[in-house]
């Protein structure tokens, strides 16, 4: 019988030249936590969807952020739910909005110790679930929305925000949120652009944790998931248009957008493993179905694989505790 002469086992054989190999590491400086926090919450609340993720109160977000810092995270991704919504978001652009006091409140416990982010959209912040105002024919009006993200932009720049993330889809948001920051004089706050953003169905968990019902469908702004071609060209219209960073959303149904986003882009990538693939991974643990921890792990390390620099996860903590044992 003939015997290999390549034998790819050979760098297999012992956990210490398995590693000595690794071609793909998880850190936790990779790491960036979403987290949500609601108005008038005196404590945290469960979402039953996400299984481990509550709705903070102001003191355990407070509590969330100074573990996350502990734990040498890449930073916070704040959400805000406000108790009351209209149709055109105005919780969004209150200075005393729920999203605006979790910034101060954040920023105040961490300071520069972990960068602090805020998701830039209306969709929380509507009753109507879309993340813009809407025209008179009921579709969302892209250039009405941007003044008003722009007021966004600078009201959560205005608290401290180190980083903001726009995530609504619209037509030139990059642009117009660089432009209102630098008018206001926060030029060093960064842009964190969800440029590669589809349609997907794995938001859904998110829907619970944001307490929204969204009218209608988003595929008139977020993008086709049949689609990697529109979502590089997103990546380089939101580079053009001055983002530090670029995101691909959600990230496992969406590894190939991410290896052609970091290909042609020379901006950090960043992926944000969304609720809903957080949802199966914790179902299908909970009924015994797949090993948890391992799965979480080879899902981090798969994104990062495909090209992540970042990686969005609501295991940020946990996996960082993991990744230190
Ligand atoms: C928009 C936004 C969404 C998510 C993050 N930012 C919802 C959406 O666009 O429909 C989803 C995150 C997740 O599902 O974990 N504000």
């Known amino acids: 019988m003939e015997r290999p002469v390549v034998r790819p086992r050979r760098l297999r054989r012992t956990p210490a030249l398995r590693a000595m190999v690794a071609e793909t590491s998880v850190a936790a400086s990779q790491l960036v936590l979403p987290v949500f926090v609601a108005e008038g919450a005196d404590a945290p609340r469960p979402i039953s969807s996400m299984p481990g993720v509550v709705q903070h109160s102001r003191d355990s977000l407070r509590a969330a952020a100074v573990e996350a810092a502990e734990l040498g995270l890449g930073g916070i991704m704040l959400f805000g739910l406000p108790a009351a919504k209209d149709a055109v978001g105005s919780g969004a652009t209150d200075p005393q909005g729920v999203l605006t006091v979790a910034v101060r409140d954040v920023v105040a416990e961490v300071g520069d110790a972990l960068p602090v982010m805020a998701d830039l959209c209306l969709d929380e912040f509507t009753d109507h679930g879309h993340c813009g105002v809407l025209a008179a024919d009921g ?187």
């Open 139 to 325: 579709g969302v009006d892209n250039d009405a929305t941007l003044e008003v993200y722009a007021e966004m932009a600078r009201v959560l720049a205005d608290a401290g925000v180190d980083v903001v993330g726009p995530s609504g889809m619209m037509d030139g948001q990059v642009a117009v949120i660089r432009d209102a920051l630098d008018g206001a004089g926060h030029t060093a706050t960064t842009i964190l652009a969800y440029s590669a953003k589809y349609a997907s169905a794995f938001y859904g968990p998110f829907r619970e944790a944001v307490d929204s019902s969204l009218s209608g469908d988003r595929r008139a702004y977020q993008q086709d998931p049949g689609n990697g071609r529109e979502g590089v060209r997103e990546a380089l219209l939101d580079v053009a248009e001055g983002a530090d960073m670029v995101m691909v959303k959600p990230a496992l149904a969406y590894l190939d957008v991410l290896r052609r986003v970091r290909d042609a882009v020379d901006v950090p990538v960043a992926a944000y493993n969304i609720s809903g693939e957080y949802a199966m991974v914790e179902a299908a643990a909970a009924h015994g179905w797949i090993d948890r921890e391992p799965a979480i792990l080879e899902t981090l390390t798969s994104i990062r694989r495909a090209g992540a620099d970042v990686v969005l996860t609501y295991w940020a903590a946990e996996a960082a505790r993991l990744l230190a044992r």
